[in-house]
């Protein structure tokens, strides 16, 4: 089925489970989604709050999944430190649990025990809601010579094939096949090889950089991600044996190792988690400050935001202050164009939410997408709240408007989600925000965070309540 948006945007598209085939067309004729995606909680947000005080920032989503799967490696306990509370990470849990992995989350503290590793297999109903799970497939080909893992699934923001990592591990000494959506990979013992990866790809890197500890001789890994995530990888593996160098580079070197170990390891602070709450400051029009953080994992991020007119300060070594623009012309901020790129790029995570602040920008831009070909899910629900966006192939054209206003909106997946609520927390009004389920993919306890700051955001069972918002 087809339709389209009230702007004439053709919808958007939830894909496949496995995340890999062309997405069909979801019919929003009201520019509300499917009754699947708005089942369940949503957040309730009454905007032009102005906010004040300071955010937490929470571990890294991103490498705490990563860290979990590289405890594969070890038949010994590891504990994981700063460990956010999310759905996601229960998930990843669940999945390890099912492989023989003793798994405890008590507060932000993460005890994972691999030395009853029982199983080589993952479960669909499980590995198919969580893209980062197909990382599992490395360890445990490394470990125990066979892995069958289903193609993956999580937010339908692209494609995001798995070849990398199919190539990479038959590099290494693999068999690979792929059946009925599961891939089967075998090897006896994994052999160090020289590997040059056609794109930086931050799954593949991981994969192959974790099956390689344990492979016989050495291995190198060229054209590898340089995310912050992936080094972090790279030092908790080192904390368990293992020999890698390059750690943040494009060519990273590892030579084998016949056994790693357990050990105790801090997750670095999310830095698309910080960035969000800074642009929630620039949009409210707010002074706010997060922490902490790794100001050198922002860079791409500050830069922008100050190109934009606001004003980003480094308070110590691990907080950043945001402040408001002073444009004598009355408006938020600036207009700039941003593309977003591999690290030590803009990142693709934060595209959409610096979209929310950019629709009430001075002037226009243009946003380009070109991580994954199917992230502008947010732009019909932006605009249902009065924003001024139009998609041409991967390119959003934004035309800044000075005020947006409170509407019903769909989150589609984890980022646009992100947006949504930082456009409703500028909007005029009340907003109300479906899908819920995905925002808590990746922001722990994100309405506290924000009424703890000034915000009136609120979790509520049913889109009828009614959370007492005067």
Known sequence: MKDFDNRGNRAFSRIDPAGLLEPELWPTSTGMAASSEIAGPVLKIVGKQTLSGH???GGSKN???ALM????????????HNVPRLLDIERMGQILATLGVKVSHVGNTLDLDASSLRTCQAPYELVSQLRASFLIIGPLVARLGVARVPLPGGCAIG???VDLHVRGLQALGATVQI???V??????????TRIYLDYPSVGATETLMMAATLAEGETVIENAAQEPEVADLARFC???GARIRGVGTNTVVVVGVPRLHGTEYTVIPDRIEASTYLIAGAITRSELTVGPVIPDHLRA???????MGLRVEEEGPNRLRIAPAQLSSGWICQATDIQTLPYPGFPTDVQAPIMALAALSEGSCTIEETVFENRMHHIPELNRMGADIRLKNRVAIVRGVPSLSGAPVVATDLRAGAALVLAGLAAEGCSTIYGLHYIDRGYEAIDEKLRNVGAKVYRCNNPAEDPTMA
């Open 159 to 161: 494609s995001r094939p």
């Open 183 to 192: 891939v089967h990979a075998y090897a006896r013992k994994l052999v160090g």
């Open 69 to 80: 799967a590289g405890s594969l490696l070890a038949p010994a306990a590891c504990r994981i």
């Open 238 to 240: 080192q904390a368990m």
């Open 301 to 307: 991020v500050i830069a922008k935001l100050r190109d």
């Open 55 to 57: 955010v937490p920032i």
């Open 63 to 65: 490498s705490a999944l």
């Open 179 to 181: 059946e009925h959506g």
